[in-house]
């Protein structure tokens, strides 16, 4: 006989699905500011990755709101526009959230600066892969100065992003308490 | 646990597994460069880059102020030099006017080809290259108005690329400085050929010249014609370092100032197989019954 406990089960009447797909064009359109910064002659061929700050404090905090697709469709969407290897940074992004996934409730409990540190090792971690993998497919190796200068700003940037998303936390909180 | 909460944790890693596998997958079938991808590639483009457009314009609005504070601060300087600029383009519009005219008398005398039938097409770069792993610009021209695989792109300076996918309104360009980018070119004072090759980088390495050549610091390389893709005579860049081993030149074109680009259309050059059929190029011979089997013509055009 089936199983039909499932039928019976609270139903979910908060779903996250609207906030999922505002965190989903919120995370596009930071890729796409990403693309645009790039016309600014001091990020040229380096602009700063914007959208792992976001992708990081989201799965921290919010994991629930940023599900694998999420993440899929933001690093494709970087590989689309910057024409990087097709699924580079997409794997790169999806391989981290596995990762991330696993150490969020340690993170949740870590100081700021633990934070940043563990953000310069999965930004290091990314870049490192699609190198390896742009060095693998094409079977040469690209300027690597570029290279270090987007991951340098991107962590110097991590602080200000840090405070801004926080702050912007904050916010919303204290809007649904008044709501 | 809820049995429900068992199976939504199960469909979750499974889509997790399987959109790994699909991205993974993807940069190899990226690679593999096949028409159906590349056509999804300029589609999804061409979706995305009005968006981009639209997010941009307060990014160049800033950089546009930015350089307006620049100039009014340096706007007397800026004149004097502009001045001594022009007193110098003057004498040189002399020099070639008298070059244009020998040049015509000389071409008469040997009966040489110009090839001057490209046209220009003006368009505007969306984007610049952001990341390390690949220099090449999107610019809001495409299919509607003529633009093929292949067609140069230049600027008053130079050369920047060529087209590689054209979408209905957008194009994407390969810059030379990508590291696919092979360009032949000669050494203007000398005429030696070579290749550039692009490092991702801001210089481009200037490989195959022949042992005899001699490059010098500062001297000019141009687009040799080789390959009949681009034209002859677009000054790619001039040399920047010579090293025991490698020659370094930098671009003409400054491309961290990427602004309005110009598409050459047309021309004799370009890749263009809309009329390369077989039967121009191999006629059958006739089919006789007594024909032995080893019969055909010979280089000379006369059976045997």
């Known amino acids: 006989m089936r199983d039909q406990r499932s039928y019976f089960e609270k139903a979910e009447f908060q779903s996250d699905l609207p906030l999922q797909f505002l965190v989903l064009t919120v995370g596009v359109i930071l890729v796409l500011v990403e693309v645009g910064l790039a016309q600014w002659p001091f990020f040229y061929s380096a602009s700063p990755i914007l959208s792992l700050i976001f992708m990081y404090f989201m799965m921290i905090y919010h994991d629930h709101l940023m599900p694998i697709i999420t993440v899929f469709i933001m690093g494709l969407v970087a590989d689309l526009l910057l024409s990087d290897i097709l699924g580079g940074r997409a794997t790169a992004f999806m391989l981290l959230s596995f990762v991330m996934r696993l150490s969020a409730v340690r993170l949740q409990q870590s100081e700021f600066l633990d934070l940043w540190v563990y953000f310069s090792v999965s930004c290091g971690a990314v870049v490192l892969f699609q190198l390896i993998v742009f060095s693998l497919i094409n079977l040469a190796v690209p300027a690597l100065n570029p290279l270090l200068f987007q991951v340098g700003f991107t962590l110097i940037l991590f602080p200000i992003g840090f405070v801004v998303m926080f702050s912007t936390k904050r916010l919303l909180e204290a809007i649904r308490l008044i709501g | 646990m809820r049995p429900s909460d068992k199976t939504k944790i199960k469909q979750r890693r499974l889509a997790h597994v399987g959109l790994i596998v ?56 800026e004149n004097v030099r502009l001045k001594a600029e022009n007193d110098l383009l003057k004498r040189w519009r002399r020099r070639a006017e008298i070059l244009e005219s020998e040049n015509q008398q000389l071409r008469s005398v040997t009966g040489a080809v110009s090839y001057e039938n490209r046209k220009p097409i003006t368009a505007r770069a969306v984007t610049a290259p952001g990341g390390s792993f690949a220099h090449t610009v999107l610019i809001s021209i495409g299919s509607e108005k003529g633009i093929v695989q292949g067609n140069p792109v ?67 390389v141009l687009t040799s014609g080789h390959g009949g893709v681009l034209p002859a005579g677009l000054a790619v860049g001039r040399v920047e370092r010579v090293e025991d081993d490698r020659i370094w030149v930098r671009p003409a074109v400054d491309f961290r100032h990427l602004g309005y680009v110009s598409v050459l259309i047309g021309g004799i050059e370009g890749i263009d197989n809309s009329n390369l059929s077989l039967g121009d190029f191999f006629t059958p011979l006739p089919v006789e019954d007594d024909t032995r089997l080893l019969e055909g013509l010979n280089a000379s055009g006369t059976r045997q």
């Open chain 2, 22 to 77: 699909l991205s993974f997958s993807l940069m190899f079938l990226g690679k593999a460069d096949l028409v159906s991808l590349r056509d999804g590639r300029m589609g999804s483009n061409d979706f995305l880059a009005p968006v981009i457009d639209f997010v941009s314009v307060p990014i160049r609005g800033i950089q546009t102020m930015a350089e307006g504070i620049r100039t009014v601060a340096s706007l007397r300087a």
């Open chain 2, 154 to 220: 230049i600027t008053s300076d130079g050369l920047v690329g060529i087209v590689i996918d054209v979408g209905r309104a957008y194009a994407r360009v390969l810059m030379i400085s990508d590291i696919n980018a092979r360009i032949p070119v000669i050494l203007s004072s000398s005429s030696w050929p070579g290749l550039t090759i692009g490092k991702n980088s801001e210089f481009l390495e200037l490989a195959f010249l022949p042992a005899e050549a001699k490059p010098a610091i500062g001297e000019l």
